[in-house]
């Protein structure tokens, strides 16, 4: 019984600890969950003993794109999310059972050669999605609504008389919500269409920017296309949704936010070396950024000394969007993932 990881990844490492400890599993979890558990090699194997798996399964992890047609060879279950399986990549797996997807869809998945194989494909809700999704839209409302402004207003004496009603006595501005705002979104993978889908009840106009156009989501999600330029240039608040690599470095760069429509907000919950930091620092400083909702930082923790801690109207989370992990998020997150796989052993 081998199950077959198609890319290098924490998520399936993980998962493969959870069906057949390591012998690093103890340094891997303790990397994993740094501060989150205190003993995260018993968590683990706890979690696994409620799970009922059973001994004997193998595991493989493909670190090379070009290995893995050799390794579906004997693999029972293959588990992907953004890998490349080809239709002769799968006429090579005498023994495969199911691909797994690790999110709705794999867009390097051959589907038709997998019909024809009578390969059963089973896609993931993923559970961190759903809760970086609401994470960016918090923040989104946050920023546009001016929450820590009110609240630190909130703890300000006031010269008004205590009376039944008193609305918005310390006089708060910026406080405009989403509605009729114009929203980039930079990537629509599955956290960037999730959500452009859960800000359709807010009224905003949704623009979005990828590498590859996707008439279908701009169907289904009533959103359009721009180009990057496009995007700074007309968005009220701009969202990252894209990977980090050496590509995307820096991506909004200081050139770039000196198109930026000026007010423009920027929420950023994908990784922190998409920013220039230091630019993003200058454009808050100068007005020309209105503000940023970051959970993700170049360096982290964040030091302590780091300027982006003391420029207004920035909302800083310790790297949390995808929530804390722990024995409900590993059901929540990984568990659908080994019982499909249990369900084929």
Known sequence: MRIVFGEADKMFRLIGEALAPSAEAEEFLGAFFLTESA??????????????????????????????????????????????????????????????????EAPGLDLDACARKNIPVRPLDRHSNRLVT????????????????????????????????????????????????????????QIGAMVAEYLRPFGATILYTRRTRDHGAEKRLGISYASLDELVSHSDLLSLHVPGNAETRNLISADLLARAKPGLFIVNTSRGALIDEGALVAGLESGKIAGAGLDV????????????????NVILTPHVAAGNRDEAWLDREIGPVVDSILSVL
């Open 39 to 104: 003993n995260p090699a018993d968590l683990m194997r706890g979690w696994s003993a409620r799970r009922r798996i059973p001994s004997g399964i193998k595991v493989s992890h493909c670190a090379r794109a070009e290995d893995l047609a050799a390794m579906l060879a004997d693999a029972t279950v293959l588990v992907i999310e953004n890998g490349v399986v080809r239709a002769a990549d799968l006429e090579r797996a005498r023994s495969l059972k199911l691909i797994q997807l690790f999110g709705r």
């Open 134 to 189: 609401e994470h960016a839209i918090m923040l989104m409302l946050a920023l546009t609504r001016g929450l820590d402004a009110s609240r630190a207003a909130l703890q300000a004496p006031s010269s008004l008389h205590p009376s039944g009603w008193a609305y918005n006595w310390p006089a708060c501005s910026g406080v405009r919500g989403l509605a009729g705002r114009v929203i980039g979104l930079v990537g629509l993978g």
């Open 297 to 312: 930082y170049v360096t982290e923790p964040l030091p302590d000394d780091h300027p982006l801690r003391r420029v207004r």
